[in-house]
């Protein structure tokens, strides 16, 4: 090889993670604004007007940050689900007596790697992070939620605990608060959402699969679950200002619940890895008081 050659050859190897994440950047900037597009007709109740209605929007340079921050968080986001894929993340077994096990599951057409930020910052703190790969994410919100019920009962019988934590990001998170809607209880103290369109998002329109269609706006499936209902968990929100696959933003808003809106101009994905979100998180984790099967079998 010419020495202009390799020169060429090394300008292409430093280039090319710059241009995949630029092209990333421009395609989160884009669906930011057909987002946006998409909602401009959409009227807030009551319970989102309390979180969104008396919120301006970030400044035109704030919100270029932000769309910039979004596409490497986005960036960094592929790279892990895509070695994940490959080489699956592992947290270790959870075990009785360790910490409260927090069951972590990720969104439409993600996988475990998107969460494993957090859980990494969960095992930290002494919790022990369940990663959680739905079946498959184009089936049936429904169909996952039965099986997340199921290994539910596993997780709790193997880490001794009465009941657990749920964190999940997008779908994720509808996929949690359905489950808490059953009739048999799923055994959780807590189901914390991220940026989850609990009310149909209007991009849901562009996806695949019988999820997509039930994560629609107006969904017969949304309709069976309607934001009112109460289920055997108590729920926490946290939702970004410039959600790019939420649609409207202020969708991600159950009544009743403690919604909290992220202060950083951030999309659907940064949300996941912002210190900001992990303290919320571990902060509602710190108010249980978990309590473990075998405490309530010997009265504790």
């Not at 989102?48 to 910039?68: D, H, I, N, P, S």
Request: proline share 7%; with cysteine.
């Amino acid at each position: 090889m010419s020495p202009t050659q390799i020169l060429i050859l090394s300008l292409a190897v430093i280039a090319s993670p710059v241009l995949a994440v630029g092209a990333i950047t421009v395609g989160v900037w884009i669906n930011m604004r057909m987002a946006r597009f998409f909602e401009r007709k959409d009227t807030q109740d009551p319970w989102q007007e309390r979180v969104f209605g008396v919120e301006r929007r970030a400044g035109f340079l704030a919100r270029g940050r932000g769309v910039v921050r979004e596409g490497l968080w986005q960036s960094w986001a592929w790279a892990n689900q895509g070695r994940h894929f490959v080489l699956p993340f592992r947290f270790p077994e959870p075990v009785p007596g360790g910490g409260l096990p927090v069951v972590l599951v990720a969104g439409y057409v993600e996988n475990g790697g998107q969460m494993v930020g957090i859980g990494r910052r969960l095992a930290a703190e002494g919790y022990q992070p369940v990663l959680l790969d739905l079946p498959s994410t184009l089936q049936p919100i429904e169909t996952n939620v039965a099986w997340l019920a199921a290994r539910l009962v596993e997780i709790r019988a193997q880490s001794g605990y009465e009941r657990l934590a749920y964190v999940g990001h997008s779908m994720g998170g509808v996929v949690g608060r359905v489950c808490t809607l059953r009739t048999e209880d799923p055994g959780l103290a807590l189901v914390i959402t991220l940026a989850s369109p609990h009310r149909g998002t209007h991009v849901a329109s562009l996806g695949l699969g019988q999820s997509a269609r039930d994560m629609q706006r107006e969904s017969a499936f949304g309709k069976r679950y309607p934001p009112e209902a109460v289920g055997h968990a108590p729920i926490r929100a946290v939702i970004a200002r410039e959600d790019n696959i939420v649609s409207p933003a202020w969708s991600a808003v159950l009544p009743n619940v403690e919604t909290v809106l992220a202060s950083a101009p951030l999309g659907h994905t940064g949300i996941l890895y912002e210190a900001e979100v992990h303290e919320l998180v571990l902060g509602w984790l710190g108010e249980l008081q978990p309590v473990s099967a075998t405490a309530v079998a010997v009265g504790v």
